[in-house]
Nanobody, 126 residues
C-alpha cells in the first residue's frame, strides 16, 4: 500500500521561493508519473505540473510555467516542486499525486489518481 506525504509548505512573501517535497513510501514509485495540484479556498482543484513516469518530460500549467520546476529523486522515492517568484495567487493547499505509467500531459487531464497526498499549505503574502 503506497502513501504520499507532502512537506515544505509555509508562509512566504511575494517574490520568494519555497520547495515542496513529496515523500513516497510503501512501494516504489519509479514507474509512476508524479504530479502536483493545488486548491485555493472557494476554488476548484487545479493542475500545477507533472513529471512523466520515465522522468524525461514535464508539463506545467501556464500560470506557473517558468517559475515552478518539478524533479524527482528515485533513490529517495521523493518528488520536489521548486517554486520561485511566488505570487499571492499561488496561495493554496498543494497536493502530490501519482499515476502508474502515465505521461505528464495525461495526468494533467485526470480528475482521479492512483495515489494522493494529504496536502501542504502554501501562503504567499503581498
Amino acid at each position: 500500500q503506497g502513501q504520499l506525504v507532502e512537506s515544505g509548505g509555509g508562509l512566504v512573501q511575494a517574490g520568494g521561493s519555497l520547495r515542496l517535497s513529496c515523500a513516497a513510501s510503501g512501494r516504489s514509485f519509479s514507474n509512476y508519473a508524479m504530479g502536483w495540484f493545488r486548491q485555493a479556498p472557494g476554488k476548484e482543484r487545479e493542475f500545477v505540473g507533472a513529471l512523466n513516469w520515465s522522468g524525461d518530460s514535464t508539463y506545467y500549467a501556464d500560470s506557473v510555467k517558468g517559475r515552478f520546476t518539478i524533479s524527482r529523486d528515485n533513490a529517495k522515492n521523493t518528488v520536489y516542486l521548486q517554486m520561485n517568484s511566488l505570487k499571492p495567487e499561488d496561495t493554496a493547499v498543494y497536493y502530490c499525486a501519482a499515476d502508474l505509467l502515465t505521461t505528464a500531459q495525461t495526468m494533467s487531464r485526470r480528475r482521479e489518481h492512483n495515489y494522493w497526498g494529504q496536502g501542504t499549505q502554501v501562503t504567499v503574502s503581498s
